[in-house]
């Protein structure tokens, strides 16, 4: 028995040297990505994420072999945003290596850079989206989550428009408020829409313009929650081409990161899915998402830049275009 020790004692060895070659070759190849690039999967299959850490949700695996697009990073030095020419995620890129970066039907790919923030209850999904909104703007913190998403609750109950808790846990009325209390120079409303395309072409002009690459806050789940439309795919620059741009899908930061559901923090979601299943309209069905014959209901609602600095209004603006925002800058 004694004859075999060194031997084992060797694969052991070999064993090691092995893992630790296949642990670094990873990263060496990673080095060589960059954004604009191409890439291919070097695992048997590489999880699609909904946004950047091991604790956002898987959306899809990826075969290898798969050639991909770097759309961008590297978040934390590991994570990809990438797309297949139909999902878009992102992968860690330890598992990849550079290559020809493939052909991609989106001619314009925009995808704001902000701070994520989770709601710290249950109810809390809108004050999380100004926080994240807010600090964007401003460029700085505001400060600890828990203090600052309840100023913003406060002030949303205090300025809900006359609505109890228990009809509209908060109204998009009052979010505008709030957004515009703490950047009154630039003007918020709440946005009702009988189209959902609409609806979702306008956010994409406010991302894409250079005036202001705002993001927006969309009512999903017929009222049942607030996410922030933080990024926009399309088959041309839905500013400079409007309104001959394709939107080919949005993405979205939700919040709510302790419930099943969860989208992720940056969640790609293909326009046809968008329309259909999480812009869908107000319904007062859905605990604390208003009363019947309120200007909401049955409508598709964002809160958005307004085009003057004023403040929200109880009406808010109805079936706003982009040229809804030109004709109100020329007078």
């Known amino acids: 028995m004694r004859r075999w020790a060194p031997v084992r004692a060797m694969g052991g060895v070999l064993a090691l040297l092995v893992a630790m070659v296949l642990t ?19 695992a048997d299959w590489l999880n699609l994420r909904g946004g950047p850490g091991l604790d956002n949700p898987i959306l899809d695996e990826l075969a290898y072999g798969t050639s991909l697009l770097l759309l961008g990073g590297p978040v934390e030095g590991v994570w990809w945003r990438v797309s297949d020419g139909s999902r878009v995620g992102y992968v860690s890129g330890d598992w990849l290596a550079p290559a020809a970066a493939p052909s991609d039907q989106a001619a314009f790919d925009l995808d704001l850079s902000l ?74 409303n709440h946005f009702i829409y009988d189209d959902p395309t609409t609806a979702t072409a306008t956010v994409a002009w406010l991302l894409a313009n250079p ?33 001959h741009a394709r939107i080919l899908g949005v993405y979205v930061m939700d919040p709510n990161k302790g419930r099943p559901s969860w989208l992720g923090e940056d969640r790609y979601i293909p326009m046809d899915r968008w329309i259909s299943r999480y812009l869908t309209p107000v319904s007062y069905l859905t605990p604390g998402s208003g009363v019947p014959g ?23 603006r109805v079936n706003a275009t982009p040229q809804s925002y030109l004709d109100a800058t020329a007078n």
């Open 24 to 42: 670094l070759m990873p990263a060496e190849a990673a080095r060589d990505l960059s954004v604009g690039g191409g890439a291919t999967v070097t």
């Open 115 to 188: 701070p994520y923030h989770r709601q710290l209850t249950s109810i809390w999904c809108d004050p999380a989206d100004l926080q994240t909104w807010v600090e964007y703007d401003l460029g700085r913190s505001l400060g600890p989550s828990y203090d600052v998403q309840q100023r913003f609750w406060n002030w949303e109950l205090s300025h809900n428009d006359g609505f109890t808790v228990d009809q509209w846990d908060a109204s998009p009325f009052a979010i505008a408020s709030a957004a515009h209390h703490w950047l009154p120079d630039r003007g918020f």
């Open 211 to 243: 005036k202001y690459r705002e993001p927006s806050v969309a009512t999903i789940w017929w009222g049942d929650h607030y996410v922030l439309v933080r990024g926009v795919r399309a088959t041309a620059d839905p500013y400079r081409a409007y309104p």
């Open 294 to 316: 309120d200007v909401w209901q049955g409508k598709y609602v964002t809160v958005q830049r307004d085009w003057t600095n004023a403040g929200p209004t109880p009406a808010g």
